[in-house]
Each structure stands twice: as structure tokens, then as C-alpha cells.
């Protein structure tokens, strides 16, 4: 099967911190047209979902829904540390807009048990005729999943996979091999090759919005058995990765995006507004990656 690269969409607000439709959809648009991505991860980290209420993060998936049209795979993020709202958000997404695949961010903040995230699961999916990626992110939600865990969660037949988020390469060779049969979604951009060499299914990424292109090479590299070349691509990529964290990781993004034409709005607060030194900074990153 072929391996499958997602953006994980940005969403668009104001200097006022509401959202800004507008450039939401043109960045599925721009995913859709210019990247010819296979996939959209919504509403997941680099959405800013979690610094949303209920309604902005319904209005963002049926936005996104009606913009992608049958352009390419959507897969709604709707983890909550608030079960009762992941519930609702999952419901939302699944029955009232017609999403047919759904994540959610493992249940973060307080030491919850392994029983309780089990359930956490199983609550989301209750009732509902969908499938769902786990969203696997130990260094954000310092939630560890060991493969018998993850194990343990695919019992529920609706659990297809996970995004693995996480530069434990023992951990994502042991599930690999013991979960032959589920995807797995790398999450961790710049370590994409050594997760290809493990067997991962495709990539879910922020970083994929401006830089599909070189990314689908590097994979049509590796699967062509030309390591070189896709460690090359990994090179230029890493250099591009690092040189959009150095100048502020979201906001940065969105400033690439004005830089291909896209008015992509700014992030949320608490996230930085772009200063006069981010935008000289995503303009030369711009000019050096992509030009
Ligand atoms: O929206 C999302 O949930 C993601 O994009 C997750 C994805 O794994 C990204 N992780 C975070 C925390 O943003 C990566 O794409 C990451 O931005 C990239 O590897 C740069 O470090």
C-alpha cells in the first residue's frame, strides 16, 4: 500500500483571536491544489485545538469538510482532556458533518491510569459508526503507551491505528511488528527516514504544508531503494525544519503560507504574533527552501 502524507492544517484567526475562515480554507486549498496531499489532519496540535472552545473547534471541521470536498482524506482530532466535550466533538464530527475517520489526543495533564484512557477510548467511540487513530504525543502530554497498551486499546475493533508522535524507535519497531495489520502515522517530521526504514504507513505532520513536495520525494526515494537520495531530501528538510523552529514553529508556518500567496491569518494567543524579525525570517526561509 502506499505510504500516505497528511498535513496537519493550520487554523487561521484574527489579531482578535477569533477565526478567520478565509484562511483556513485556503490552506486546504493550497493543501488539495499545490501539494496534492493525500490527507488533512484537523483540529490537532498545529490546529491549536486545544486552546479552542467546543464551537470554534465544530465550525473548523465543517469548514474544512465542505472546503476539502472529496479532494483528499480527512481525519478530525477530537481529543479533549473534557471526555463529555470529546464525546460531543466526536459525535459532531462523525454524525452531523460525515467525517469517517476521527482521532484523539491520549487524555493529558493529570496521571491518568492506563484503565482510564482505555475507557476514555472506548466512551468516545461508543455508539458511533467511525474509526479512530490514537494520537500518541508522550512529549507534549507526557502519556507513554507501551505496545501491550496499545494492544490492550486495539481490541476495540474501531481503533485502526495510531499517530505516533515520538522518537521511541524501539517502541514504534516493537508495534510495528506486533500490529502488522494497523497504521501507524509518523508524527515527528524530521525523523521521517528512520521511521520509514521501520515500516510506518505515511506521515502526519505540520511541516508537510509547505514542504509536501520534497517530502513525497524523499518517500518515492526510499521505497525506490535510492537511500541516498532520500537521505539527501531528509538533509535539506531537517535544515528547512530547524530553520522554521529557530523563527517560531506555528507562526512561522503561517508566514510561509503569506509568502506562497496564502493569507493564512496569525495563531492564537498565547501563541507570538509575527514580529517585523519573524517575517524577514520566514521571507528568507522562503526564498531559500522553496524558490
Ligand atoms: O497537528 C498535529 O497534531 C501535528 O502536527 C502533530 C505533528 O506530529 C507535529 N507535532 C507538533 C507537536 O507540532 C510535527 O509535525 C512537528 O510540528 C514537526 O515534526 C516539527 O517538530
Known sequence: MAKKLYSALMTAFNEDGTMNDAGTRAMVRYNIDVNHIDGLYIGGSTGEAFMMSVAERKHLFKIAFEEAGDGCDLIAQVGAINLTEAKELADYAV????YKTISAV??????????QIKDYYDSILDGLDTQLLIYSLPALTGVSLSAEQFGKLFENPKIIGIKFTNADFLLLERVRKAFPDKLIYFGSDEMLLSALVLGVDGAIGSTFNLNAKRTYDEIAAFEAGDNAKALELQHISNDYIMDVIDNDLYPTIKLLFHEAGVDAGICKKPMNAPTPEMKAGAAKIYAKYFN
Open 95 to 98: 454524525n452531523t458533518v460525515g
Open 106 to 115: 491520549t487524555p493529558f495533564y493529570y496521571p491518568f491510569t492506563f484503565d
